[in-house]
């Protein structure tokens, strides 16, 4: 047996180990898959998922006194007449086209009167993009339209 092949306690050996070990999909079952769950699937979110975030944020920006355009803000008022109150609250006013993680939002809602316009759009923005993007997705855009102002 050759002198380097035999084992010297008083030798030092290095050991080189990669300090990034690339991900890859799990080729088959045990602890792997749970530390890559990743790989076992999507996660698709709903139009109507976002629009109630959105609406959620959008509803919570000072200023913002009502969600929805003329003719929704009709059938809700008409809707709370006959018992209905919180039919389509959640989502009134706010549109959203989802593509993959990329999300579009469009909030149409009334103002308050004697609010800055450019201060409370700015705001709307900010929250729906802040609260959409908390899910994970990506907000391209957030057209604000006012379609109305409350007199007092």
Sequence with gaps: MSDEAEFHPDRTQEI????????HPPQHGGAE????????????FEREVIEKVAAAAARSVPGVAE???DVARFF?????????????DATRGVSAEVDGLDVAVTVVLVIA??????????????????????YGLHVSNV????????LH
């Excluded at 080189?16 to 991900?23: D, L, N, R």
């Excluded at 898959?33 to 698709?44: C, F, M, N, S």
């Excluded at 057209?143 to 409350?150: E, N, Q, R, S, T």
Aim: glycine fraction near 10%.
């Design 33 to 44: 898959v749970v530390e890559v769950a990743a790989y076992r699937g999507a996660t698709k």
């Design 16 to 23: 080189f180990v990669s300090a990034v070990v690339p991900a």
């Design 76 to 88: 809700n008022a008409v809707l709370d007449r006959v018992g209905l109150d919180k039919v389509g």
């Design 67 to 69: 969600l929805g355009g």
């Design 113 to 134: 009167a004697g609010e800055v316009e450019s201060e409370v759009t700015a705001e709307v923005r900010t929250r729906v993009i802040e609260a959409v993007e908390r």
């Design 143 to 150: 057209d604000v339209k006012v379609d109305d102002i409350l």
